[in-house]
């Protein structure tokens, strides 16, 4: 069975300061996607950014980048220059080869302080 | 481009009534997918559909719940008889297949068992 595991339920950040959230993930497949998701107060769910484990370079979208660690199962998030509007809840999520539904973690919720 | 659509958006039930939830996905996905969503359990896959055919409803929690999808369109997610504990945010997605494709979600319906 898949596991990912966010060891950091909340975080206070100042405006403007980079922020590193923390995913681990344990699986003994091969193949594999990693995929991070933002939650914002009204409920939605927005896609951010993925990572195949295949991928020799680490995913980049605009202000996120993940810092993927594959001999480590780590698949951090990086939120450069961080805004206001950054504040919400952020979840990593798997998707094995095989299987198709995304198996979630707990989530950390962000707060970017003025 | 509509996203994924769901009604309703809020359902507030008491015991006992039986409960259905409405899912579109986006045009052109081959995969739709459940999930629920609780602080308790953070948030679950229940069920997954690939070309209209359920491949995994492992995640279903009873009997009492049930899925279908009559057209690629279309999908409902009914509970039968509803219980407090059902009380949740329930989720639809939608994907293309071919890879580790991102999954675009509805805005959830936030279902209330009094």
């Known amino acids: 069975a898949q596991k990912i595991t966010q060891t950091q339920p909340g975080m206070f950040v100042q405006e403007k300061e980079a922020v590193t959230l923390d995913c681990t993930y344990d699986?003994?497949?091969?193949?594999?996607?990693l995929f991070w998701y933002k939650q914002p107060s009204s409920g939605e769910m927005i896609f951010l950014i993925y990572?195949?484990?295949?991928?020799?370079q680490n995913a980049t979208e605009g202000r996120y980048s993940l810092n993927f660690q594959k001999a480590r199962k780590s698949a951090n998030l990086v939120i450069s220059a961080s805004q206001l509007g950054d504040s919400a809840m952020y979840f990593c999520?798997?998707?094995?080869?095989?299987?198709?539904?995304?198996?979630f973690g707990k989530g950390t919720h962000l707060i970017i302080q003025p | 481009d509509a996203g994924v659509i769901q009604s309703p958006r809020h359902e507030v039930t008491e015991m006992g009534q039986e409960v259905t939830l409405r899912c579109k996905p986006i045009?052109?996905?081959?995969?739709l997918f459940w999930y629920r969503q609780t602080m308790m359990r953070g948030l679950e896959l229940l069920i997954y559909?690939?070309?209209?055919?359920?491949?995994?409803d492992s995640g279903m929690p009873e009997d009492r719940f049930s899925a279908k999808m009559p057209n690629a369109s279309f999908s409902t997610l009914k509970i039968q008889p509803s219980e407090p504990r059902d009380s949740a945010v329930y989720f639809c997605a939608s994907s293309v297949s071919g890879g580790y494709n991102e999954q675009f979600f509805g805005p959830g319906t936030r279902l209330t068992v009094l």
């Open positions: 999520a798997s998707r094995i080869g095989g299987a198709d539904g995304l198996t």
């Open positions: 559909f690939n070309n209209n055919v359920p491949i995994d």
């Open positions: 990572q195949g484990s295949y991928d020799e």
């Open positions: 045009s052109g996905h081959d995969y």
């Open positions: 699986t003994s497949d091969q193949s594999y996607g």
